[in-house]
T-cell receptor, first 116, second 116 residues
Framework: EAGVTQFPSHSVIEKGQTVTLRCDPI?????LYWYRRVMGKEIKFLLH????????ESGMPNNRFLAERTGGTYSTLKVQPAELEDSGVYFC??????????????FGPGTRLTVL | AQSVTQLGSHVSVSEGALVLLRCNYS??????LFWYVQYPNQGLQLLLK??????LVKGINGFEAEFKKSETSFHLTKPSAHMSDAAEYFC??????????????FGQGTTLQVKP
């Protein structure tokens, strides 16, 4: 069974540009989470999808971030326009369809975003 | 505010020595507790978790952790360190309030170095 995959693994862009990160969860997992780790800080929650619906987006920093999960499969996270403070590692995680909070979340390798 | 504290951002042990990574949480209600490990260039991998039941939890690779409610702690231990244990370790919690579907709150991470 394939794990959670993320693309690209690295992205270097200039301030003001747009970047789209993609996450493919484990097949059949209805729950999809985005997290971010800014350098030197802890990993922080961004948002949670159940299938294609946003269940909790309380961690999204501002309206420059847009997450979608059309069809309830893969998800994209777009940053437009990117700012220097958006640099960090963006992790995606998925868990199975039971939607219990204690279910194990399986993480992808992350996308390292650098904004110059 | 609820938080997770990992004591020591870097821990160094000799191969064969005891590994002890400390984690304390602050929450009015005991949360679900997790330890994740991240090896270089990989995603986070679950080591173990506590939800209910026995407070001593055994995980993969010989690690275990004990939930101590009175101390609000969930320290991670391994009797004998191996070189392959060198990685970054994250303690995390999920708060158990109604409607929470799995937002992980992470500590700052502890990098474990194992010396030969």
């Amino acid at each position: 069974e394939a794990g959670v995959t993320q693309f690209p693994s690295h992205s270097v862009i200039e301030k003001g540009q747009t970047v789209t990160l993609r996450c493919d969860p484990i097949s059949g997992h209805d729950n999809l989470y985005w997290y971010r780790r800014v350098m030197g800080k802890e990993i922080k929650f961004l948002l949670h999808f159940v299938k294609e619906s946003k269940q909790d987006e309380s961690g999204m920093p501002n309206n420059r971030f847009l997450a979608e999960r059309t069809g309830g499969t893969y998800s994209t996270l777009k940053v437009q326009p990117a700012e220097l403070e958006d640099s960090g590692v963006y992790f995606c995680a998925s868990s199975r369809r039971d939607s219990r909070a204690s279910d194990t979340q399986y993480f992808g390798p992350g996308t390292r975003l650098t904004v110059l | 505010a609820q938080s997770v504290t990992q004591l020591g951002s870097h821990v160094s042990v000799s191969e064969g020595a005891l590994v002890l990574l400390r984690c304390n949480y602050s929450s009015s209600v005991p949360p679900y507790l997790f330890w994740y490990v991240q090896y270089p260039n990989q995603g986070l991998q679950l080591l173990l978790k506590y939800t209910t039941g026995a407070t001593l939890v055994k995980g993969i690779n010989g690690f275990e952790a004990e939930f101590k409610k009175s101390e609000t702690s969930f320290h991670l231990t391994k009797p004998s360190a191996h070189m392959s244990d060198a990685a970054e370790y994250f303690c995390a919690v999920i708060l158990t309030y109604t409607g929470n579907t799995g937002k992980l709150i992470f500590g700052q991470g502890t990098t474990l170095q194992v010396k030969p």
